[in-house]
C-alpha cells in the first residue's frame, strides 16, 4: 500500500460503536470505573481532531507494533483490502504529572498507520483526563 494514499481512503468518520466500550474497558484499569464511564462519555460527544501517527506515538509513550503483530497486521490487511479503519480514542495526559496521553481505543490502529506513513494524520477524538 502506497504512503500516499489519503485519509479518506483509510479511515471512517466517526469511531465504531464498538470502540467505546472497549475503551471503557481498559480505560477501568487506570482509573476508577466511573471516572471511566465519564471519559467515554466526553469521547462519544469529542470533536474528531487529526494527530500526526508518529506524534500519537511519542505522546503517549508506546512504541510502535511491529507489522507482523497480529492485530496490525489485520489492519494492515483491512487497509489493503480498502476497508476503513475506525478513529482513535485518546485521553490527553498530564505533561505536570509526568502522564502520558492515554490510547484507549485504537493503539493497533496507529501503529498499522504509522507503518505506512509516519506522517499520516489519525483522525481521534481526544478529552483531557480532567478529575478522572
Known sequence: MPAATSRKERWKESPDDRDYP????????????????????????????????????RASGLPVLDPDNF?????????AQGRLLSPVLCVRGMVRFQVPLIVADGYHRICASYHLDEDADIPCRITDLGKA
Not at 487506570?30 to 467515554?40: I, M, S
Not at 492485530?71 to 487497509?79: E, S
Request: glycine share 0%; aromatic share 2%.
Open 71 to 79: 492485530h496490525v497486521a489485520k489492519d494492515l490487511n483491512k487497509i
Open 22 to 57: 472497549a475503551a471503557e474497558d481498559y480505560l477501568s484499569l487506570v482509573t476508577t470505573p466511573a471516572a471511566a464511564k465519564a471519559l467515554v462519555h466526553r469521547l462519544r460527544i469529542a470533536p474528531i481532531q487529526h494527530r500526526k501517527a508518529k506524534d500519537l506515538l
